[in-house]
């Protein structure tokens, strides 16, 4: 993961820590399965005994690498689900969440349009790999935001591109 980036995660998930001190409740779809570790390991190493991360995928081998590297604690709940099921379904209420699945703008929206309702107060949710540069321009390799930048441009909602190819929207 970028440094950039990396940064960026850590202060938002520090900011909320800071303002939650009961806990914060972060979401990711997909999991860090690789060994040099991306959001999931962000997570792993900044949480507190009061927060909790459910990260949801769809492929046991990737879960099952996940644990491999990084074995399993109580407060990461891992999930082996499709990612908008999960979202549909799951009663909790987040503050933070990272929509970083499969490189398709039709399923990250989906992911997006579900958590809406799943949101706690002043949540942050997260782009990864979104597919825009800045505003009004975005790189073809990836582009799993473009549909959601397109929905917060029509509905007027503010965001921000706080590092590379990050999305993020405030709520
Ligand atoms: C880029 S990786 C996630 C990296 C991780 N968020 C991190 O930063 O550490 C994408 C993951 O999404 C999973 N995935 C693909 N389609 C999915 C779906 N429909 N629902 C849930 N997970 C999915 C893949 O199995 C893969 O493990």
Not at 132 to 159: A, R, T
């Amino acid at each position: 993961m970028k440094q950039e980036k990396k940064e960026y995660l850590i202060s938002m998930i520090k900011k909320y820590q800071e303002e939650k001190q009961g806990g914060v409740r972060i979401l990711e779809t997909g999991i860090g399965f690789y060994p040099h570790g991306g959001f999931t390991k962000v997570c792993k190493d900044l949480m507190r005994s009061q927060d909790t991360l459910d990260t949801v995928d769809i492929c046991p081998e990737h879960i099952k690498e996940y644990i491999n590297h990084s074995g399993e604690q109580d407060n990461i709940k891992i999930h082996n689900s499709d990612s908008v099921d999960f979202i549909k379904n799951t009663s909790f209420k987040y503050d933070l969440v990272y929509l970083d699945s499969v490189n398709c703008k039709n399923h990250i929206f989906n992911e997006f349009i579900e958590v809406m309702d799943k949101l706690n107060d002043k949540a942050l949710v997260v782009v990864d790999d979104s597919g825009i540069k800045s505003h009004n321009q975005h790189k073809w390799d990836s582009y799993k935001g473009l549909k959601v930048y397109e929905y917060l441009i029509e509905k007027q909602i503010p965001f921000d591109i706080p590092c590379w190819n990050v999305l993020s929207a405030a709520f």
